[in-house]
């Protein structure tokens, strides 16, 4: 596994693939490479006009999806399954910012969660029909080494009562999508559809960039990307074990890969560590529970 490469994908050719945040970094990387071995891809973005451009280098198909407005993840949602028959093979629940000011979102909740988390989960649910519809489908969800992190409160998700700290935030997050994966799995045995997740290890994306901006410091944006992509490694091996969860023959579903070298920060792919609180299972019912609450989907499968 640790040497495994993109030329080891099969022929994607028949499949359906819905990416969110497929417009740069990770989820682009990802939407060419399956495009290019024969996949129809949907790249699911916030903005119309970054997504069409994506789109038209990718050869794929472009919907508007707001992670952060549940109004927009339903519209999406809707419009993915009409538009594919009712049918998807491979989500990647990939889109996120990160950590940056504490804001609300239309609909309350505080925005790291809302986009990296809440709509990721209400959009899995949502599209359960299309994904069941396909013979052998999988969720893939991209979490972060961050996962490791303080911060996570099942009762206060919204940071309500703690004080918020962006660290914390962007950690909660990411824990949450790991732990929202786990679940998932659980409730889907027996079914055709499985639920796996993979982190990028630290990678040459846009987001420290983006986070700086995000917390009112644009003059050290700049700066702070080329830092990144000088110390880091480029998004082509970044997403290998996105694409080895996606494609992978041997994954078994409830699998979470990571980089397999210098501490699972730099290249390969092999098996990545879960922090023990993803493996309370009666806490992560809590978050599944507590997820439904404030999306206002109902959860699929019950």
């Not at 505080?110 to 990721?120: F, K, Q, R, V």
């Not at 023990?276 to 992560?284: I, L, M, Q, S």
Request: proline share 4%; glycine share 12%.
């Amino acid at each position: 596994m640790a040497g495994w490469s993109e030329d080891e994908i099969g022929d994607q050719g028949g499949r359906t693939v819905v990416i969110t945040g497929a417009n740069s970094g990770l989820g682009l990387r990802a939407a060419t490479v399956l495009a290019g071995k024969g996949a129809r891809v949907v790249l699911a973005c916030r903005s119309r006009e970054r997504g069409e451009r994506a789109a038209g280098a990718v050869g794929g198909e472009l919907v508007v999806l707001d992670l952060a407005d549940q109004t927009s993840v339903r519209t999406a949602a809707s419009e993915i399954r009409e538009r594919t028959g009712d049918r998807v093979d491979l989500l990647i629940d990939n889109a996120g910012i990160p950590a940056g000011r504490f804001r609300r979102t239309v609909d309350g909740h505080e925005s790291i969660l809302a986009t990296n988390y809440l709509g990721h989960a209400a959009l899995t649910w949502l599209l359960m029909p299309a994904l069941r519809a396909a013979p052998a489908a999988r969720v893939v969800t991209v979490s972060s080494m961050a996962q490791r992190g303080k911060g996570f409160d099942v009762g206060d998700l919204n940071f309500e009562r703690r004080r918020f700290r962006m660290a914390y935030g962007y950690s909660q997050s990411k824990l949450a999508g790991l732990m929202f994966a786990l679940e998932l799995q659980e409730r889907l045995r027996g079914s055709s559809v499985i639920s796996v997740a993979a982190h990028p290890g630290f990678t040459a994306t846009e987001i420290g960039a983006a986070g700086a901006r995000n917390q009112g410091l644009g003059a050290v944006a700049r700066p702070l990307n080329v830092l990144t992509k000088a110390l880091s490694q480029p998004v082509s091996e970044g997403t290998l074990p996105i694409l080895y969860a996606a494609t992978g023959r041997d994954v078994r579903g409830g699998d979470y890969y990571g980089p397999s070298k210098f501490g699972e920060f730099f290249r390969g792919v092999g098996p990545a560590r879960i922090d023990p609180r993803a493996e309370e299972r009666a806490v992560r019912a809590r978050l599944w529970d507590r997820t439904a609450e404030l999306t206002g989907v109902t959860p699929d499968p019950a």
